[in-house]
Each structure stands twice: as structure tokens, then as C-alpha cells.
């Protein structure tokens, strides 16, 4: 029998209370009793399961099957504690896993290592940006590594696995990062085995939910060709995209961009990367590669990653014709947003890096000098980021919804059709949410399916939606009279509008019994409406979906429930 090593665990204890600690300084207020409302991160009380969150909408999958899971645990667990569970887990979660997949290193590099993955640019700006699934993605990539090596070696995927694959696809962005980083280990990582067959089943059960929503909504899946020059990959203060890329930023928000990434710390977080990269390459050509660690993998999806970016950045045209061709093309438009394939590499040379360095300075400096140079080693990301803190300098924040949402809610309940929201913009900077921008959050509150303006607006330039319902609501609106809209509408299978009286834009008079009226809030139900019902080989199909996307996580809760009992009975046999 093996007797475990106290040390090696004492160290787990102090990287988990480091993640801890990072975790609350970089959440700070958002933690506080409310919602955190930032961009797309729209959660409510209770989301409720209708066809649209399981991909059954008109328009496309965006956010299946995240809102399907969200609309399933709220059920369970309330919105507002479930977000904090998601936040705090995202930031801890991934750590446990990048720390396990380090390679044999010191306490001192590791926590380097844990400071990186959990500040950086990338994990910044995909908060504030909202971005939860991609950031769910992120946390599981690691555990996706080590389970696709686990797989390699032994010939037998571990339960986690499966878990780690189906947390790591509650998006379209994410599901690809996750796909991609398994299928590449199992391809080219150590090992004797390659279930490449078994890890491209596992994979596709995994995304079943937004590949078959997306093939059933083909007609309706091209983009505008002009998203792709506004999504691209951009530079960041003084640093070109490539460089912005490799620092893991280049957002093609530049709202959500921390102020320090605009000045001279942008050059110093290069450079200090930069060093520090160079050093960690040096000390594995010297030494040589670990088998634990799977190098060539890392490698190719750091390549996988970067490339992609720069692509975006460097002839985003392409990249607009193919979204505009090839039905989910788009989903390539957003150039930074695949730079998650590039953090492990960067964070395993880091600590090798810093480790050789922490091991160099042991017979040249005395003890004050070393443990200053630990903590600059790892504390230096956050002093290049400092605007990170506290939920990214202030910008995330919880707030209540006014009393108004609840009693729209209450008022309309599951009425017949579904809920036209007006007016029709995407986003709001409502005043009770501090003035941050929020994806307009009433089609969440309400129960029936929304219709709602799928448009974005960036640097003043429109861009087109997707959704063809959307379209013929606007025609709709152009009635001359009330009872016109309402009986236009009606068709259309809209059975209630409900009107945002605090945002700006057009919101036409629409004939019908008011349920609701405020200040905030005008819910209309109409007289007659059409109720549209999706094709029923829609349901089939996504019924089969489901079925193959909730088969992971069965397999995944047998495999555990069965190797707990086996651990259970060696512990009771001695």
C-alpha cells in the first residue's frame, strides 16, 4: 500500500485557498445578494423550460443548451444563488484541474500557475462580456485533458470525463474547444491506446442539443458577413492583435476591455509573458518532456488557437463569406474567443518557468530576496491587471429587479402564444442595473416564448439577425392602427406584448386587455392569436438529442456511483 505523500496534499490545501482567494478578490460585489447582470449574462429567478430553450425557438441555438440546463437546476437550487455557484465554481473548478495537469513543480510555481489561469485578460473579459458557458468551457478544459490522457493510457474513459466533456459544451464556441482539445489528445497524446472513434461519439452526444437545433434552423443559419470585421480579433492600448492574442486578450468589445490593458502595463505583461515563456521552453528542450504532461497536444491546440485569432484579425473578410455560405460559419467570427485553446500551454511553461527560477535563486539569494522574488513571480498577473479586481474594477455588480418584472410575470403567466417584447433593440442600460449594458433580461422573466430583436449594434454599425420571425413582426408593427398590429401580430403566433417603458426606441400602440401597467412595464394580451408549433419531426429530433445529450451525463453518474463503491469496499477491506 502506498502511503500518501502530506506533503503533496498540504500543497493542494494552500493552491485551493490561493484559487479562493483570487476568486473572491476578482468577483468582489458580485457576489453580494442579487443578480449579476453584464452584457450576456442575463440570469433571472426561475427560467422557464419552453421550447426555445431547448432549441425548439425560431431563432437560432445561441444559448442551447445552457438555458436548458439553467431552466432545469433553478427548479432546484434559486437563480440567484445558482450564479454564484456557477461564478465561484467556474474560477475554482478550472483550477483544481489546471493544477493537476501541471507538470512535477514546486509549491511556489504552481501558484504561479493557478494565478495565471484564473487572471488573465481572457477570463475578464469574458465576464464582463457575460460569456458563462464559454467560461464553464474554460474551467473544464483541463479536466477534459486529463481524462482524454486517463482514456490513452488505460483504454477506459473515467467517469469525469464525460462530465468534464458535457459542462464544457453549453455553447456552440465552447463545445468546439472542448471537442477539439479531446480529439487532439486522444490523436496525438502519450499513450498506447487512440479511442479517436469512441471520443468523436462522445463528443457529438455531447453537442446533440445546438447540432441538431442548428441543422434543423440550416435555412436561417448564415450571418451577416459584415459581424466578422467588427468581431475579429483586435488590438488592445499599444499592442497589435497577434500580441494582444498572445497575452490571451484582443476582445472585439472594446467596452469590456480593463482600462490597464489600454497603457504601458499591456508591454509589461508582454514581456513579462514573453521571458517567462522563452525561460519554460529552454527548461523542457534541457530536461525533457514529462510523460504526464501531453506536450505535442498542448502545442497544437495553443496552435489550433492562435492562429485562428490572428486569421480573424489578419483577412476577416474570408471569414465573413463564410458566414454569410456556409450555415453556422459564424460561429468563427468572434477571434478571441477560441484563445482558449492557448491558456494550458502557456500556463504549464509558466511553471516550469518559475520553478527553474525558484530553484536557480535557492543556493544564489539569501531567504528575504527568494521569498520576494516568489511573490512577484506569482503575483505579477494581477499587478499587470490590477482592474480586474473587484468585480473588473466595479463593472460587475447585483442588483435586484424592480417589483414590476415580477408582477408582468405574475400577470401574464403561461398565456396562449408567445410574448413580443418591445422595443425592439437587444440590449438595455437600465438605471436599477447601475447603467451597465444588459441583453434585454424581460423575455427571461416573462414564461411564453419571447420574440424579441436579435440585432446587434456595434461601433454604430448594425448587425442583421438571424431570426425570419423577427423580420415579419417589424412588417407587422408598420400596420397603420392598433387593432391592425394586433390582429397582424396575432397571426404571427404573438399572444402578448410586453413594453419596456424605460428603454428608449419605438414602441407602437398595440390593441388588446392590458394585464400590467406602471411605470416600468406595459403587458398587453392580445384577442386572437395563432399559436405556432414547431414541425412535429422538430420534436423527434429533438427529442433524440436530448436523449443522447442526457445519456452522457447517466453514463457519467453510473460511472461514478460505481467507482465510489469500489473505493468504499477497498477502504472497508483495509
Not at 482539445?181 to 461519439?201: D, E, N, S
Not at 463528443?203 to 442539443?209: D, L, V
Not at 401580430?489 to 419605438?506: F, K, R
Amino acid at each position: 500500500m502506498v502511503t500518501p505523500d502530506p506533503r503533496a496534499a498540504w500543497q493542494r490545501v494552500v493552491v485551493a485557498v490561493w484559487s479562493l482567494v483570487l476568486a473572491l478578490l476578482l468577483l468582489g460585489p458580485a457576489l453580494a445578494p442579487g443578480y449579476v447582470l453584464s452584457y450576456d449574462m442575463v440570469w433571472v429567478r426561475d427560467l422557464a423550460v419552453r421550447a426555445d430553450v431547448l432549441g425548439l425557438g425560431s431563432g437560432l441555438p445561441r444559448a442551447v443548451p445552457s438555458d436548458a440546463w439553467v431552466a432545469v437546476l433553478d427548479e432546484l437550487v434559486p437563480g440567484i444563488l445558482l450564479q454564484k455557484l456557477v461564478l465561484v465554481g467556474v474560477l475554482l473548478g478550472g483550477t483544481a484541474g489546471i493544477d493537476r495537469l501541471l507538470p512535477r513543480v514546486g509549491l511556489v510555481a504552481r501558484l504561479a500557475a493557478v494565478t495565471l489561469w484564473q487572471w488573465n485578460p481572457y477570463v475578464v473579459e469574458r465576464l464582463v462580456l457575460g460569456h458563462w458557458p464559454v467560461l464553464v468551457g474554460y474551467a473544464a478544459l483541463p479536466w477534459v485533458l486529463l481524462g482524454a490522457l486517463r482514456w490513452r493510457a488505460t483504454g477506459r474513459a473515467p467517469w469525469w470525463l464525460l462530465l468534464a466533456v458535457l459542462m464544457g459544451s453549453l455553447s456552440v464556441s465552447a463545445g468546439l474547444a472542448t471537442s477539439l482539445a479531446l480529439l487532439v489528445v486522444l490523436l496525438v497524446g502519450p499513450g498506447g491506446r487512440r479511442p479517436w472513434g469512441r471520443g468523436l461519439l462522445l463528443a457529438g452526444a455531447a453537442q446533440a442539443p445546438w447540432l441538431v437545433s442548428g441543422l434543423l434552423h440550416v435555412r436561417d443559419a448564415v450571418t451577416d458577413p459584415a459581424a466578422a470585421r467588427l468581431f475579429a480579433l483586435s488590438d488592445e492600448g499599444p499592442l497589435p492583435g497577434p500580441l494582444a492574442a498572445l497575452t490571451l486578450g484582443g476582445v472585439w468589445n472594446a467596452e469590456v476591455v480593463p482600462v490597464s490593458r489600454t497603457g504601458p502595463a499591456t508591454l509589461v505583461a508582454l514581456v513579462v509573458l514573453a521571458a517567462l515563456l522563452v525561460l519554460g521552453i529552454a527548461v523542457v528542450r534541457r530536461r525533457g518532456t514529462e510523460p504526464a504532461v501531453p506536450w505535442t497536444p498542448l502545442v497544437l491546440l495553443w496552435a489550433v488557437g492562435w492562429v485562428l485569432a490572428i486569421l480573424t484579425w489578419l483577412a476577416p473578410g474570408p471569414f465573413g463569406v463564410l458566414a454569410a455560405v456556409v450555415p453556422g460559419g459564424g460561429v468563427l467570427r468572434d477571434g478571441s474567443r477560441l484563445l482558449v485553446l492557448c491558456v494550458p500551454l502557456l500556463v504549464a511553461l509558466v511553471a516550469v518557468a518559475v520553478d527553474a527560477a525558484w530553484d536557480w535563486s535557492g543556493a544564489r539569494w539569501p531567504l528575504a530576496a527568494r521569498v520576494s522574488l516568489a511573490v512577484v513571480l506569482v503575483v505579477w498577473p494581477v499587478t499587470v491587471l490590477p482592474d480586474g479586481a473587484w468585480g473588473a474594477g466595479g463593472r460587475l455588480g447585483a442588483v435586484d429587479y424592480p417589483a414590476a418584472y415580477a408582477a408582468a410575470r405574475s400577470a401574464l403567466g403561461d398565456a396562449p402564444g408567445d410574448v413580443l417584447v418591445l422595443p425592439l433593440s437587444s440590449y438595455r442600460q437600465p438605471g436599477w442595473n447601475d447603467g451597465r449594458k444588459v441583453l434585454d433580461p424581460l423575455g427571461r422573466v416573462l414564461v411564453p416564448v419571447p420574440v424579441a430583436s436579435d440585432e446587434l449594434v456595434v461601433d454604430d454599425v448594425v448587425i442583421a439577425g438571424e431570426d425570419p420571425r423577427v423580420r415579419r413582426v417589424r412588417a407587422a408593427l408598420e400596420s397603420p392602427t392598433p387593432q391592425a398590429r394586433a390582429a397582424a401580430l396575432g397571426a404571427l403566433g404573438v399572444g402578448a406584448v410586453a413594453t419596456d417603458l424605460t428603454a428608449p426606441g419605438p414602441a407602437p400602440d398595440i390593441a388588446g386587455a392590458v394585464l400590467h401597467d406602471d411605470d416600468v412595464l406595459r403587458v398587453v394580451r392580445l384577442a386572437a392569436v395563432d399559436e405556432t408549433v414547431p414541425p412535429r419531426p422538430w420534436y423527434l429530433a429533438m427529442g433524440l438529442a436530448w436523449t443522447l445529450h442526457l445519456g452522457v451525463l447517466l453514463v457519467s453518474v453510473v460511472g461514478g456511483v460505481r467507482c465510489a463503491r469500489q473505493r468504499f469496499r477497498r477502504n472497508l477491506s483495509g
